[in-house]
């Protein structure tokens, strides 16, 4: 298994309070995305980095930040958390994009925003 | 028209039977798919990922690309109740980083 490991596992917070989840990869991947996933929509892209300090947004990225300052780090940060955002969240890396190499997910996070 | 369509099912198969998950795609430049199954409450799991047209063989599982039809099926012989899962199909979206990803087929198999 791809050693991606996700903290917290679960969080309850309140609308308008900042959260940051954290991604940890031991693969030395360059790629690492995030994604919140839900009933009838999928797995929907927020953000993703190809390399440190190297980020772009995804198709769901408004209220969302990330930061990578090292490789096997990408953080997942919430400004000011909405009820819209309560979701499960995963984080998932790659060898190589462009390559078309496949990604591995991590366990995930679920988040719910009261 | 969605980048990448599938029957969100259910698809419900006696054990034993062959499943036929079907995936659709709008970007011709696509080169790369990929299956994913996911338990309830669990993260998706890499299933088979396939490059080229025809078929490619992995145990139970068989995934089968036709570019010219813009689509790729996973097939799963001598289903079994385990296998009862959503599967994802997942496309890279050529000239960029990503990947897009079908909202899933949620399947069944009876025992």
């Known amino acids: 298994d791809a050693g991606i490991t996700q903290s917290p596992r679960h969080k309850v917070t309140e609308t308008g309070t900042p959260v940051t989840l954290r991604c940890h990869q031991t693969?030395?991947?360059?790629?690492m995305y995030w994604y919140r996933q839900d009933p009838g929509h999928g797995l929907r892209l927020i953000h993703y980095?190809?390399?440190?300090?190297?980020?772009d947004k995804g198709e769901v990225s408004d209220g969302y930040s990330v930061s990578r300052s090292k490789t096997e780090d990408f953080l997942l940060t919430l400004e000011s958390a909405t009820s819209s955002q309560t979701s499960v969240y995963f984080c998932?890396?790659?060898?190589?994009?462009?390559?078309?190499?496949?990604?591995?997910f991590g366990d995930g996070t679920r988040l719910s925003i009261l | 028209q969605k980048e990448v369509e599938q029957n969100s099912g259910p698809l419900s198969v006696p054990e034993g039977a062959i499943a036929s998950l079907n995936c659709t795609y709008s970007?011709?430049?696509?080169?790369?798919f990929f299956w994913y199954r996911q338990y309830s409450g669990k993260s998706p799991e890499l299933i088979m990922f396939?490059?080229?047209?025809g078929d490619k063989e992995d145990g139970r599982f068989t995934a089968q690309l036709n570019k010219a039809s813009q689509y790729v099926s996973l097939l799963i012989r001598d289903s079994q109740p385990s296998d009862s899962a959503t599967y994802l199909c997942?496309?890279?979206?050529?000239?960029?980083?990503?990947?897009?990803f079908g909202t899933g087929t949620r399947l069944k198999v009876l025992a």
């Open positions: 693969e030395n991947h360059r790629y």
């Open positions: 980095s190809y390399g440190v300090k190297d980020t």
């Open positions: 997942a496309v890279n979206r050529p000239r960029t980083y990503k990947y897009i």
């Open positions: 998932a890396i790659s060898e190589s994009a462009y390559s078309n190499q496949p990604q591995h």
């Open positions: 396939i490059y080229s047209n």
């Open positions: 970007d011709r430049g696509s080169q790369s």
